[in-house]
């Protein structure tokens, strides 16, 4: 069996429909809709990929988010936000 590699959509796509199991963080007065790593917004009828917005915080990670230390804080980064 091939080895299969999930990557992470590109900020600016746009989909039709969330996944189904996201998460609505509201941060700054934005919501934003979180699946598997993923921020999303709604966009004229349709949902963009978007990057949050600094201190926005999430407390489910998924599995290939790699911790990573900063200034002597542990962060977790996954598709270039962490």
């Known amino acids: 069996?091939?080895?299969?590699?999930?990557l992470a959509p590109s900020i600016g796509l746009r989909?039709?429909?969330?996944p189904?199991?996201?998460?609505t963080i509201k941060f700054n007065n934005r919501?934003?809709?979180f699946f598997d790593g993923v921020f999303y917004q709604s966009y004229d009828k349709e949902y963009q990929v978007v990057q949050p917005e600094v201190g926005t915080i999430v407390y489910e990670l998924p599995d290939k988010a790699e911790k990573v230390?900063?200034?002597n804080q542990e962060y977790c980064e996954y598709n270039d936000v962490l």
């Open 1 to 6: 069996m091939d080895e299969v590699t999930v």
């Open 15 to 18: 989909i039709r429909s969330l």
């Open 20 to 23: 189904i199991g996201y998460r």
């Open 31 to 33: 919501n934003y809709f």
């Open 69 to 71: 230390v900063l200034d």
